[in-house]
């Protein structure tokens, strides 16, 4: 037991020379975020501070580490505490490195800096403070490009903005954004983010990981969600996180080969063979079947995971919705009733969550009681 204990360690303290023939501090200190090694990482990067405490660089790259950490940790952590770690770092870098005479690093990393400035505030809603956040971070980034076209690491920060401005901000903060400039372009950014995954010496390894969610998440697309995953699985064996994401994107992939059925045959087994380990994946899935009009495949989905999590109330609120908008009136009266039975037990959930689902279910249920009554 001591002896693949001892293994085990060698394995992760000489992973990074396979990765990397010659391995950068910078490079460290990616792989060592990334793969889940906090303690590694964070020394290294307080290292650098102490030898160069006049450069905003490693005050910059400090954030992306608390911002990913909140993914990676092993541990339970404080997301809020850690998000303020990224507004304290950022503000620290942008103090430091905006000067008359600036670098292109003084100008990329302040760039990144007030990138992720954006996203603590995009978080909080402050939606005024992070347009203007983001609004510099274009700037700064810009400035590196105009430059120097070839610093793929320059173009991260503009790709989520342009990303988030063309995916995410609609009504008036879309036209608020569209006011100052900050419209965008989807395939653009896409392709944007594969250039850095590809040519990046910074943030290849952010750029990979942001495409592995967007493609899983947003876009949908499982294929290129399965080859990112699957290339950062290889590349951070340490990261729990991102093999519970390959596991679960792999799953995906053979309910969209194989279809429905699988399911069934497996169904006990889920969470060691997919890591299928809470209601989450399964509900995903099922909407992204009914946004495809996929309505009674949806609920197969939704009936297996009321099977699989029987008192979470969340997954009965997603079974009666369906059941609704199949025209199975009665049966979504029934379903929305047992939500409200689970919720009060319901320990998954928090306090502003379950007095929402106990609103959504009551109107539906006094909706279609009075459907029934009218005809």
């Known amino acids: 037991m001591k002896f693949k204990k001892a293994v085990a360690t060698l394995f992760f303290i000489i992973l990074p020379v396979f990765v990397f023939a010659n391995p950068t501090v910078d490079q460290l200190i990616s792989f060592y975020t990334f793969n889940a090694d906090w ?14 405490p006049d450069q905003a660089k490693y005050y910059a790259l400090k954030a992306p580490f608390y911002f990913y950490t909140r993914y990676f940790a092993q541990a339970a952590v404080d997301p809020d505490s850690l998000m303020e770690n990224v507004l304290k770092y950022s503000q620290t870098a942008i103090a430091i490195g905006e000067k008359e005479d600036m670098t292109l690093d003084d100008k990329l990393f302040v760039g990144t800096a007030y990138g992720f400035q954006s996203r603590y505030y995009g978080r909080r809603t402050d939606f005024w403070d992070a347009f203007w956040a983001a609004r510099a971070c274009r700037n700064y980034l810009n400035e590196v490009i105009d430059e120097d076209p070839s610093r793929a690491d320059a173009y991260l920060g503009l790709d989520v903005i342009e990303y988030f ?42 750029a990979r990981f942001i495409l592995s969610m967007l493609y899983r998440y947003i876009e949908e697309d499982l294929t290129q969600a399965q080859k990112m995953n699957e290339t950062l699985a290889a590349q951070f064996p340490g990261n729990n996180f991102i093999a519970l994401q390959n596991q679960q994107v792999r799953f995906l992939s053979l309910i969209e080969v194989e279809g429905i059925d699988v399911l069934e045959d497996s169904a006990d087994s889920l969470d060691v063979k997919y890591g299928i380990t809470n209601p989450g994946i399964l509900n995903g899935l099922g909407y992204t079947l009914t946004n495809q009009n996929r309505l009674d495949d949806a609920i197969r989905i939704f009936e297996l995971n009321v099977r699989l999590f029987p008192d979470n109330a969340n997954v009965y609120d997603s079974l009666s919705e369906t059941y609704e908008a199949a025209g199975k009136y009665e049966l979504a009266i029934k379903t929305a009733r047992i ?17 929402r689902l106990r609103q959504i279910s009551n109107d539906r249920i006094n909706a279609l009681e009075s459907r029934s009554a009218d005809s």
């Open 39 to 52: 303690t590694r990482a964070d020394s290294l990067l307080d290292a650098q501070i102490r030898a160069n």
């Open 165 to 206: 401005s063309a995916t995410r901000l609609t009504g008036f903060y879309g036209f608020i954004a569209w006011l100052v400039g900050m419209d965008g372009d989807r395939e653009v950014a896409l392709q944007k983010f594969e250039l850095v995954a590809e040519k990046g010496i910074y943030f290849k390894d952010e």
């Open 339 to 355: 939500c409200l039975e689970k919720l009060e037990q319901d320990q998954t959930i928090n306090d502003e969550f379950r007095v």
